[in-house]
Structure formats: C-alpha cells, structure tokens
C-alpha cells in the first residue's frame, strides 16, 4: 500500500515524498485470524471535510500532522516545492508540513472533494 506524504526541509519548503506502508502479520480481532496489520499510530480526532466544487484555499500549513482519505472527487495539493499532486477517491495523502510554509489545495474536476482527515498528537 503507497500513499504520499508531505514533509518540510530545512530551509521549510514542503515537498512531496512516496512511501509504502510497512506490514507485519498479528492477531488484530481475536479470535479472528491473523492477517496483515501495519504500525499504529495514536489519533487525536477525526473530522470529514467537504470542499465545493471550485474551491481554492490559499497557502497554508496543516494544522497538526494528519493522514486525509480523499473519499470522493479530485484534491489538488501543491507543495512549496511547486510539485503539484491530484489525489483521487482512495488515495492517501499525510501532511506534516506544519511549521513551514505549507501548501496550498483546492477542489479540481468541476467536483466537489470530500474527505476523511485524522489529525495526531
């Protein structure tokens, strides 16, 4: 499993990288069977966010680090970097850009963009 996610350098310019999702077999549901389960990570709350079709938000950091499941439409996400990423109904982006100089997103597709976000301690 692949997602992308957005870190900061030095200097506090975003910029995008790729990563796969490390795996390890564990009884997770007892008595269930085992099955693949990657490490966890302590949320400190949920929210789902609906952008209109056409939004634009100006060039921002996140807030806390969060993980967003784009659940329908096309999120456009550009790093400090000036990369540019379409994010699409099932992918992962996780975003700790947070004291830098962000990013800034939008709604694409003539779509509205709905989203799952977890945010961390």
Do not use: C
């Amino acid at each position: 499993m692949r997602y992308s996610i957005l870190l900061e350098d030095a200097d506090g310019i975003s910029y995008f990288e790729d990563r796969e999702v490390d795996f390890e077999l564990k009884t997770f549901a007892p008595p269930a069977s085992p099955f693949l389960v990657s490490k966890e990570v302590e949320a400190a709350r949920i929210a789902f966010l609906s952008l209109p079709a056409g939004w634009k938000g100006v060039q921002h950091r996140s807030p806390k680090p969060q993980l967003a499941t784009v659940l329908f439409g096309t999120f456009r996400v550009q790093a400090g970097s000036g990369e540019i990423r379409d994010f699409k109904t099932g992918d992962l982006f996780w975003a700790e850009d947070v004291s830098g100089s962000g990013h800034a997103s939008s709604a694409e597709g003539g779509e509205p963009v709905n989203l799952l976000i977890a945010q961390f301690q």
